[in-house]
């Protein structure tokens, strides 16, 4: 995910009420019952100790989503009696949440609002190839880009090559950063070894039997996938990537991250370090933001804080969170490293 649009939740002191709404039910509701859920949200914040300014921009903020056709939800990031930042969600979140802290919860922005990248997906089978564009959210395919002949029982290889050929060429056109192919393996694997490296190193295979319903949880499962695949491969290099609170707020402090891998349900994600008003001012114990120039410190979670950093320096970051148990960075926390400070 591009964070450029978090740019505005760097530039203000806190604290910060972080809220995630349920649009979709929300939308439902009478008008009594999304009065009634705009008041429990000014209340949940007033109890953790939210302002009463900023509680009341919260509340009205939340009410006037009655007037707007929101799809399925919305976040809203406020300080100090003014909602900041806004954005609409494309995943409805697990109903509403409310949080107050020194810096915005920005975390499950990866999960719930990304940015549908597109996902080629290549159906082959003996009827021949259908080449389909889907976004990563997986509600079906947004548009088919062509179909090619049948495949040729006395040319298997001449039709794995012409499908192989045109898949490129659709990749080059659309720009989808994944290739998901799905069929039978024969077919599959022929498809597969004809691609150049380029192609060939983001192009993944599906579970068997995935209809439209299932491929959609699998576009999911197969991006996290390839993402912790990346993030091992340049681990395992020992110079390109690392993982951990401790190490990741060292490469914060020389600005050297250039991709931040988060697991939203992993036990650094949630771990609290030190931050000052600044970015940078990070750190692991209590002492460290003063070293960077922060008159005070106060507690805040590792994800969040490293978000802050991230959005700061220009990187991206993106969940793992789809990935098979074990895969990505251990912790939950991780990141793809630039050179240089």
């Known amino acids: 995910m591009d964070l450029a649009f978090l740019t505005p939740l760097c530039d203000r002191p806190g604290p910060w009420a972080s809220v995630y709404v349920d649009a979709s039910r929300f939308r439902a509701s009478t008008d009594e019952e999304?009065?009634?859920?705009?008041?429990?949200?000014?209340?949940?914040?007033?109890?953790?100790?939210?302002?009463?300014?900023?509680?009341?921009?919260?509340?009205?903020?939340?009410?006037?989503?009655?007037?707007?056709?929101?799809?399925?939800g919305r976040a809203f990031f406020a300080t100090r009696g003014?909602?900041?930042?806004?954005?609409?969600?494309?995943?409805?979140?697990?109903?509403t949440s409310v949080h107050w802290a020194a810096l915005p919860h920005t975390a499950p922005l990866l999960d719930l609002a990304g940015e549908d990248p597109l996902c080629l997906v290549v159906r082959v089978d003996r009827e021949g190839a259908a080449l389909e564009l889907w976004p990563d959210a997986g509600d079906g395919p947004r548009r088919a880009e062509r179909h090619l002949p049948l495949w040729a029982a006395?040319?298997?290889?001449?039709?794995?090559?012409?499908?192989?050929?045109?898949?490129?060429?659709?990749?080059?056109?659309?720009?989808?950063?994944?290739?998901?192919?799905?069929?039978?393996?024969?077919?599959?694997?022929?498809?597969?070894?004809?691609?150049?490296?380029?192609?060939?190193?983001r192009a993944l295979r599906a579970r068997p039997g995935a209809g439209d319903e299932r491929l959609g949880a699998e576009l999911v499962r197969a991006r996290a996938a390839h993402e912790a695949e990346v993030f091992a491969a340049a681990r395992g290099r020992g110079e390109e990537a690392?993982?951990?609170?401790?190490?990741?707020?060292?490469?914060?402090?020389?600005?050297?991250?250039?991709?931040?891998?988060i697991r939203a349900d992993g036990?650094?994600?949630?771990?609290?370090?030190?931050?000052?008003?600044?970015?940078?001012?990070?750190?692991?114990?209590?002492?460290?933001?003063?070293?960077?120039g922060a008159r005070d410190?106060?507690?805040?979670?590792?994800?969040?804080?490293?978000?802050?950093?991230?959005?700061?320096?220009?990187?991206?970051?993106?969940?793992?969170a789809g990935a098979d148990p074990g895969a990505g960075p251990a912790g939950g926390l991780g990141a793809l490293l630039r050179w240089g400070g």
């Open 34 to 72: 999304r009065t009634l859920e705009a008041l429990a949200v000014q209340r949940a914040l007033a109890c953790a100790g939210a302002d009463e300014a900023t509680c009341h921009a919260v509340r009205m903020a939340v009410d006037e989503l009655r007037h707007a056709p929101e799809p399925v």
């Open 82 to 95: 003014e909602v900041v930042l806004d954005p609409a969600l494309s995943t409805a979140p697990p109903g």
């Open 154 to 201: 006395d040319s298997p290889e001449r039709s794995a090559a012409e499908i192989a050929e045109a898949l490129v060429r659709c990749q080059a056109e659309t720009r989808a950063d994944l290739v998901v192919l799905v069929g039978d393996d024969a077919e599959c694997a022929a498809v597969h070894e004809r691609l150049p490296a380029a192609v060939r190193e």
């Open 242 to 261: 690392t993982e951990g609170v401790a190490a990741l707020v060292d490469a914060a402090h020389e600005h050297r991250i250039a991709q931040l891998l």
């Open 267 to 292: 036990p650094d994600a949630h771990r609290s370090v030190w931050v000052g008003a600044e970015p940078d001012q990070v750190g692991v114990r209590p002492d460290e933001p003063a070293v960077l």
């Open 297 to 320: 410190a106060v507690p805040a979670r590792a994800d969040d804080a490293l978000l802050r950093c991230a959005v700061a320096a220009g990187a991206d970051a993106v969940s793992v």
